[in-house]
């Protein structure tokens, strides 16, 4: 997207996707339990490698509606 005198425009709708991965950890109701355990670790260790793996998503995402053709 560019403006009328050629500088680039960010203002995609998509872009608020990037909003959730850094919200989603802020809050402490999501995980603050023991259980359920998957492999012996407790939620809070692996809801944080949940995290990660929807950060990178909604990165991907973000990125591949984004980019210009």
């Known amino acids: 997207m560019t403006t009328p005198n050629g500088d ?24 603050n339990f023991d259980e ?14 949940a995290f990660i793996a929807i950060g990178v998503t909604c990165t991907s995402i973000v990125y591949q509606m984004t980019k210009r053709r």
């Open 8 to 31: 680039r425009s960010d203002r995609s709708p998509w872009n608020w996707l990037l909003v959730a991965p850094i919200i989603l950890p802020l809050l402490p109701f999501l995980y």
């Open 36 to 49: 359920p355990r998957l492999f012996g670790f407790p939620l809070f260790y692996w809801l944080q490698l």
